[in-house]
T-cell receptor
Framework: AQKVTQAQTEISVVEKEDVTLDCVYE???????LFWYKQPPSGELVFLIR??????QNEISGRYSWNFQKSTSSFNFTITASQVVDSAVYFC??????????????FGQGTRLTINP | DTGVSQDPRHKITKRGQNVTFRCDPI?????LYWYRQTLGQGPEFLTY????????KSRLLSDRFSAERPKGSFSTLEIQRTEQGDSAMYLC????????????FGPGTRLTVL
């Protein structure tokens, strides 16, 4: 069975601090995909990134960066120089190989991030 | 390019009543998913369609729940004889049916059962 664990329930930092959100996953699939979504107070899940299991390169997009390590089954998300607008609940998710029909997303419990001015 | 839309955004009903939610996916997307999210939890998969075919249902989807996607366009999720435990956010997402294309979510329908 697939499982995603986000051990940090809540994080609170002061604006401009860097913050890392942890994600650990479990799967027996050799091909799988990892995602991060942001859920602001409005409730809509906003897609941030997708990573496949064969691509372990880290990715940077502006103030956001992602560190994928298969050896530790982790896919961590770092926000550099955080801003108040980054306040939201962040979800890590996992899906299997679409060809096998296992497209459903398995989500972690989420990390509530609060950026204080 | 319009995103996924859901209607209504909020629904308050009394226990025992039937409710129906609608989801309109992104126009070129042929896969459509329903998830349920309770307070403080991540979304949980309920069911998905490829075109008009319902390909998978979670065990969370009791016999009081039914979903349809006629003609492979919009989808409806009906809950019969609602219970207080059905109170949750119901999320719809859509994607293209190729190797793990990304699921894009709608704003959700928040259901409160009194």
């Amino acid at each position: 069975a697939q499982k995603v664990t986000q051990a940090q329930t809540e994080i609170s930092v002061v604006e401009k601090e860097d913050v890392t959100l942890d994600c650990v996953y479990e799967t027996r699939d050799t091909t799988y995909y990892l995602f991060w979504y942001k859920q602001p107070p409005s409730g809509e899940l906003v897609f941030l990134i997708r990573r496949n299991s064969f691509d372990e390169q880290n990715e940077i997009s502006g103030r956001y960066s992602w560190n994928f390590q298969k050896s530790t089954s982790s896919f961590n998300f770092t926000i550099t120089a955080s801003q108040v607008v980054d306040s939201a609940v962040y979800f890590c998710a996992l899906s299997g190989d679409a060809i096998q029909g296992a497209q459903k997303l398995v989500f972690g419990q989420g990390t509530r991030l609060t950026i204080n001015p | 390019d319009t995103g996924v839309s859901q209607d209504p955004r909020h629904k308050i009903t009394k226990r025992g009543q039937n409710v129906t939610f609608r989801c309109d996916p992104i126009s070129e997307h042929n896969r459509l998913y329903w998830y349920r999210q309770t307070l403080g939890q991540g979304p949980e998969f309920l069911t998905y369609f490829q075109n008009e075919a319902q390909l998978e249902k979670s065990r969370l989807l009791s016999d009081r729940f039914s979903a349809e996607r006629p003609k492979g366009s919009f989808s409806t999720l009906e809950i019969q004889r609602t219970e207080q435990g059905d109170s949750a956010m119901y999320l719809c997402a859509s994607s293209l049916a190729r190797v793990s294309d990304t699921q894009y979510f709608g704003p959700g329908t928040r259901l409160t059962v009194l």
